[in-house]
C-alpha cells in the first residue's frame, strides 16, 4: 500500500467508526414496542429497550408532553421504565432519545388482554385445513381498519434459555390481520371495543398442542412442582422431545420476551394435552396465574379460561374430558382469585377438535369481561355451578348457583345420567323443576334408588341446560 492511499483509508475508517458509534448508540426496542401498539389505559405502563451501555435515555410521550429519563445498564445497554398513560384514546407518539432519536407512531391507549394457550385458541379466523370458523368469513370482509381494535401476532418460537426478544407483529383491523389470528380472541375483541368504544388490543401469543408446563418457568416448576416432568433437556441432559410441550420451553421463548408489557387481563384456552391429569392441572393452571400476575405486574388482572370442548377422543363414551373439565379446570376456578370460566359442553364437534362455533366462546369471555371487569350490569355472565342435591322419591334434585333461573323450561334435557348404589351409570331422564328454577330433577326408571347423578361427563355429548343470559351450565358429578 502506498503512503497517498493512507488519508483516504483513514477517512473512510473514521466513517466507518462514527456510523458503528450512531448505530450502536440508537434506541433500538422490543417488536411488542412499536408502531401501530396499544397501551392498557390509566396505568403505569412497562416500556424497555437497549441502547448504548451506560447511556442517559429520554422517553417523551405526546399524550402529557412529559419526558421520562432512564440510565441504560453499564454492561447490556438494557434499560426499562414506566409511563403514566391517560384514558383511552390517541393516537400518539413516543419518542426514545439517547441522543439518536427513535419514534414510534400510531399509538393508541385502551384496554389490553393477553390470550394465550393451544390451537383452539390460535384457531385462525380463516379456520385450519378442513376445519373452519362459523361467522369467520363475515368477520374477516367486515374488517375495518378504522375500527379501534389492534391485533399482535407473537411469532412461535420455543427455547431452552430465557430469550430477550421474539418477533412480534402489531397488527391495525384489516382483513389480512383478522382472517390470520384467534377467532376466539378476536371475537372477544370485538365485543369488548363495539361496548366501551375505546380501543381494544389483543396479544396472541399461543401454539396448538402445547402443554400448561410449557409455558411456565423453571423457577416456579422446581420450587412447586419438584420431581414433575424431566427438566433436564434446559442443560442438555436429554434432547427435546417435543418443543411446544417440553417444560419451560414457550415460556423462554415467547412469553419471558415480553415481559413485562402491561395488560388488562389474560384471556386462557389450553388444556386438551394435560387431560389425563385433572388434579395437578388444577394446582399448575393456579401457579401459572400467579406468576403471570407478577412476572408482568399486574397482580390484580382477570384471568378468564375456556373449558375444554365436547369431541370424540377416540372413545365417545369414555369420560376422561368430563373429569378435566370439572375436576381440573372448574377445580382450579375455585384456586385463582378474580377469575372465570366459560363453559363449552352445548359446543363441540364429533371429530374435529377445532370446532367451528368459536363466535360464542369470544362473546362468552366478553360477557365475563364486560360485568366483572366494566361495569355491565343486568347480565349473568357465569355459568351456572353445581351446589349440592337431595334425593327425593326416587329423583335427585341437583341444586345451582349463580344462576337466576335455568331455561329451557318445560323441555326435557339431555346429557344427564343417573347412578344407583353399585355406581353403574345409565342416561336420565331430566327437566328444570318448575317449581324451582335453580333445580334439575333428574330420573330414570332404570334407577329406582338413586345416589348420584352427572351432567355432560361422556367424551362426546350435548349440552342444552342454561342460564337466563344464555350462559351454560357446567358438567358436574354429585359423586366427588
Not at 388490543?201 to 422446581?222: K, P, Q
Not at 382469585?337 to 370446532?355: E, F, Q, R, W
Request: one cysteine or more.
Amino acid at each position: 500500500m502506498t503512503i497517498r492511499h493512507l488519508p483516504a483509508l483513514l477517512l473512510t475508517l473514521a466513517l466507518s467508526c462514527a456510523a458503528a458509534t450512531t448505530i450502536e448508540a440508537k434506541v433500538t426496542l422490543p417488536d411488542i414496542i412499536s408502531d401501530n401498539m396499544v397501551l392498557q389505559q390509566k396505568t403505569d405502563a412497562a416500556l424497555w429497550g437497549w441502547a448504548k451501555p451506560g447511556a442517559k435515555v429520554s422517553v417523551k410521550t405526546s399524550w402529557n408532553k412529559k419526558r421520562y429519563s432512564v440510565t441504560a445498564d453499564s454492561e447490556t445497554g438494557k434499560f426499562s421504565l414506566t409511563v403514566a398513560t391517560p384514558e383511552a384514546g390517541g393516537p400518539y407518539e413516543i419518542e426514545f432519545s439517547d441522543g439518536d432519536r427513535t419514534k414510534i407512531s400510531n399509538v393508541l391507549v385502551g384496554e389490553v388482554w393477553f390470550c394465550s394457550g393451544q390451537s383452539n385458541m390460535e384457531h385462525y379466523m380463516k379456520g385450519f385445513g378442513g376445519e373452519p370458523v362459523e361467522g369467520g368469513a363475515e368477520a374477516i370482509a367486515m374488517a375495518n381498519p378504522k375500527r379501534q381494535i389492534r391485533i399482535c401476532q407473537v411469532t412461535k418460537t420455543s427455547s431452552l434459555k430465557i430469550e430477550e426478544k421474539v418477533e412480534a407483529k402489531w397488527c391495525l383491523n384489516d382483513s389480512e390481520s383478522v382472517s390470520n389470528t384467534s377467532a376466539v380472541a378476536y371475537f372477544f375483541a370485538d365485543r369488548i371495543e363495539a361496548a366501551l368504544d375505546i380501543p381494544v388490543a389483543i396479544i396472541v401469543d399461543c401454539w396448538g398442542g402445547s402443554t400448561m408446563w410449557t409455558w411456565m418457568s423453571e423457577e416456579l416448576l422446581r420450587s412447586e412442582f419438584p420431581g414433575v416432568g424431566d427438566l433436564t433437556h434446559l442443560t442438555g441432559g436429554r434432547p427435546v422431545g417435543n418443543e411446544f410441550q417440553d417444560p419451560c420451553m414457550l415460556y423462554n421463548g415467547m412469553v419471558r420476551p415480553i415481559m413485562p408489557y402491561t395488560f388488562k387481563g389474560i384471556l386462557w384456552y389450553q388444556g386438551c394435552s394435560d387431560r389425563g391429569n385433572p388434579a395437578m392441572y388444577a394446582k399448575m393452571q393456579a401457579a401459572y396465574v400467579r406468576m403471570m400476575r407478577e412476572e408482568f405486574n399486574v397482580p390484580d388482572a382477570p384471568f378468564y379460561f375456556v373449558q375444554i370442548a365436547p369431541f370424540w377422543y377416540w372413545d365417545e363414551n369414555g369420560t376422561e374430558s368430563g373429569y378435566f373439565v370439572q375436576d381440573g379446570q372448574e377445580a382450579s376456578l375455585d384456586l385463582i382469585p378474580n377469575s372465570g370460566m366459560v363453559a363449552t359442553c352445548d359446543l363441540g364437534a364429533y371429530k374435529s377438535i377445532h370446532y367451528p362455533y368459536k363466535k360464542p366462546v369470544g362473546e362468552r369471555l366478553a360477557l365475563l369481561a364486560l360485568t366483572h371487569d366494566y361495569g355491565v350490569k343486568g347480565i349473568k355472565a357465569d355459568s351456572p355451578r353445581f351446589d349440592g342435591f337431595n334425593v327425593q322419591e326416587g329423583k335427585i334434585h341437583a341444586h345451582f348457583t349463580m344462576c337466576g333461573g335455568l331455561t329451557p323450561i318445560n323441555t326435557p334435557l339431555t346429557g344427564f345420567e343417573i347412578a344407583g348404589s353399585d355406581g353403574v351409570y345409565y342416561d336420565a331422564e331430566a327437566m328444570v323443576n318448575p317449581s324451582c328454577y335453580d333445580e334439575v330433577i333428574i330420573w330414570s326408571d332404570k334407577v329406582p334408588e338413586p345416589v348420584n347423578a352427572r351432567y355432560c361427563y361422556k367424551n362426546w355429548t350435548h349440552g342444552m341446560l342454561y342460564n337466563c343470559s344464555g350462559v351454560p351450565a357446567c358438567p358436574f358429578r354429585t359423586d366427588k
